[in-house]
Structures are given as structure tokens and as C-alpha cells.
């Protein structure tokens, strides 16, 4: 589906990645997270074609993304986390745009902007930003394209729209259509995004599904602070301390929240990778 190898990538005279590589197969809704100014965005836009890579190779679903082929880019959608959206209706808006999409379902595009509770009757300038992403992601998932690539796709979104959006991207995923999310907020996506993605200081450091997560590693809550000897990665929690260690083959698997593992793997990369490569 994706496959980076060796990728370069520098703004001006920052260097943002030197020696990326990541393989990404088809069929999960990938989760990508990352400190700000790790260069989510960035891989996300040389995947889909927007930017040009320093060097390295690229392959996008077969295709290499700076030639901007057609039949690339007619099987991606993209939705940034800052976008523009024109002063007409959505029925025209339709008009203009599902055709670049041989796949585009419109009976799927009602309803999921039925879901959602979009008013036809206003133009999309009228929509609040909240209401513009809804259109969008709707619009993206009726696209049918092998791949979907959403930037921080919650923010905007109130309580109850993030819970729809959840439910609506997991009944419009099947095994021939890849998700890649990019977002802050991992409790949000939580029971969505699996496998996780890490990216950090230029590299992917971390790549695995929570299934092989909870397999190599246990997470436990305690009321005293553990040694450190005992465990990879521990932090102040209400109630406690939470601990991250490797786990004992012949003890239960443990939840790993998104959240700590986040902050485990850019405390320790190394640390973290060791531990999973002995567990998976």
C-alpha cells in the first residue's frame, strides 16, 4: 500500500526527516501521532502527492506520489486540518468534485451526512467549522478511495459528533481501504486506530498493532512509586503511579492506554522497541 525507504525532507535549512522508512499495508485504520513539529503533516502531505521528497524512494498504492498521477490520486482523499470550503451548496459542490472519484457513492454521502445532521438547504460558507468537517468527512468516506488520510479529523467536532464520527468511520472501513489519522487526541480515537504510528526526531520509532502492544507489554496502577528497575516507563497519576513493563508470558494481558504508550516511546524509544521486539 505505502512503503518510504531511506526519505529525506528539509524545510529551507531545518531537516525534518533524514532516512525515513515506514511500510504501511492495506486494511487498518493506522493511527499517527506524534509531538508537534514531528512531521505528521509533512509525511502525510508526501504520501498524497503535495510535497516532494530530498531523496529516497516512494511508493504510494503503486504509484510514485510526486508524479501526481491520476490514477493515484483519484483513490486518495485528503482532509487537512485547515481547509477552505467554497460559498455554494452542497448539491453543487457535489457536482463539481464526486466526479473526480469513480468510486463516489452518493446514496453512502446521504447518508452519512444524514447521520451527521447537515441542512441542505444552507451553503457550505453558512456551516460552522464543526459542520464544514462533517460535509468533508462525509464527502471522504462516500469518495470510496483506497485511502483516506484525515489531519486531526476531531478537532471542531462537539461531544456527541466526535462519538458519530467514530461510529461512522468504522462501519465505512472494509479490508480494501486504508485510514490514516493524524491527531492530538488520542482519547478520542482510542478503540478506533489500530495499529499505532509514532513518529519522532525524524523517524518512525514505533510501528505495531495493540495486539502485539499487549502482548510484550503490561500496564499497572500503584499506590507507591515503583523502582526502576521494575519497569521501562512510570508517571504521576491520580491515585498513584503508572507503569509500564514488560509483560510475564504467562500473565494476563493489560490494556495499554494510547496515552502512556505515547509518552513511554518518546521518553524511550530504544527502551521500547527492545521490549516489544522480545514480547511480539
Not at 2 to 9: G, P, W
Not at 100 to 124: H, M, W
Not at 137 to 159: K, R, Y
Amino acid at each position: 500500500m505505502i512503503k518510504l525507504q531511506d526519505v529525506s525532507f528539509d524545510y529551507s535549512k531545518t531537516k525534518l526527516f533524514n532516512g525515513l522508512t515506514i511500510d504501511i499495508p492495506g486494511g487498518n485504520i493506522y493511527g499517527l501521532l506524534g509531538m508537534n513539529g514531528a512531521g505528521k503533516t509533512t509525511l502525510l502531505k508526501i504520501i498524497s502527492g503535495q510535497l516532494y521528497i530530498g531523496k529516497g524512494k516512494a511508493d504510494v498504492l503503486g504509484h510514485n506520489p510526486q508524479k501526481r498521477d491520476t490514477g493515484m490520486l483519484e483513490q486518495i482523499f485528503y482532509l487537512p486540518e485547515e481547509f477552505y470550503l467554497p460559498n455554494v451548496e452542497l448539491k453543487e459542490y457535489l457536482l463539481i468534485n464526486a466526479p473526480f472519484y469513480p468510486g463516489f457513492d452518493k446514496a453512502a454521502f446521504d447518508r452519512y451526512t444524514k447521520s451527521f445532521d447537515l441542512d441542505f438547504s444552507k451553503k457550505l460558507s453558512e456551516f460552522s467549522y464543526g459542520q464544514k468537517k462533517k460535509f468533508l468527512l462525509s464527502f471522504g468516506l462516500a469518495s470510496n478511495t483506497s485511502l483516506l488520510i484525515l489531519d486531526e479529523p476531531t478537532n471542531g467536532l462537539d461531544i456527541p459528533s466526535k462519538s458519530q464520527f467514530r461510529r461512522t468511520l468504522a462501519s465505512a472501513m472494509t479490508a480494501n481501504r486504508t485510514f490514516i489519522i493524524s491527531t492530538h487526541q488520542v482519547r478520542d480515537m482510542e478503540n478506533l486506530i489500530d495499529p499505532i504510528i509514532i513518529l519522532h526526531e525524524g523517524k518512525v520509532v514505533f510501528n505495531n498493532s495493540l495486539g502485539e502492544v499487549t502482548s510484550a507489554l503490561t500496564l499497572s496502577v500503584t499506590p507507591t512509586e515503583p523502582e526502576n528497575t521494575e519497569c521501562v516507563f512510570k508517571e504521576k497519576v491520580p491515585g498513584g503511579w503508572s507503569a509500564l513493563k514488560m509483560r510475564n508470558v504467562k500473565g494476563p494481558e493489560t490494556n495499554v492506554d494510547l496515552e502512556t504508550l505515547f509518552n513511554a516511546v518518546v521518553a524511550n524509544p530504544a527502551a521500547i522497541t527492545n521490549l516489544m521486539n522480545k514480547g511480539v
